[in-house]
């Protein structure tokens, strides 16, 4: 599975940017999707995700109520629409798949994307 994200780039505090990723190579609707990511000097983290079967989704308590994340099917992607950006939303953003249900863990991924940059501007 092949996934190549597109979106990021730089946003003001309080802004909104619309992270979204492509996939091929793979079964899509059968993969959980979602996104994590990673600042300087911190590590890698968990941001959202949504489950292949249900469409349910999961968020971080950090982004929880500001950033949404949405998958369709037959267009093979994944979005990710961040609101109310605050400085420490800055980070490489990476998209994942995960065969199965998600688990916010970095070892439980089975697909990374390259990542994508984003920097909140105060």
Do not use: H
Request: glycine share 14%.
């Amino acid at each position: 599975v092949q996934l190549v994200e597109s979106g990021g780039g730089l946003g003001r505090a309080g802004g909104s940017l619309r992270l979204s990723c492509a996939a091929s190579g793979g079964s899509f609707s059968t993969l959980s999707m979602g996104w994590f990511r990673q600042a300087p000097g911190k590590e890698r983290e968990f941001v959202a995700a949504v489950t292949w079967n249900s469409g349910a989704t999961y968020y971080a308590d950090s982004v929880q109520g500001r950033f949404t994340i949405t998958r369709d099917n037959a267009k093979n992607t994944v979005a990710l629409l961040m609101n109310n950006l605050e400085p420490w939303d800055a980070a490489v953003y990476y998209c994942v798949a995960i065969v199965g249900l998600p688990i916010p863990r970095t070892g439980a991924v089975d697909y990374w994307g390259q990542g994508t940059q984003v920097t909140v501007s105060s």
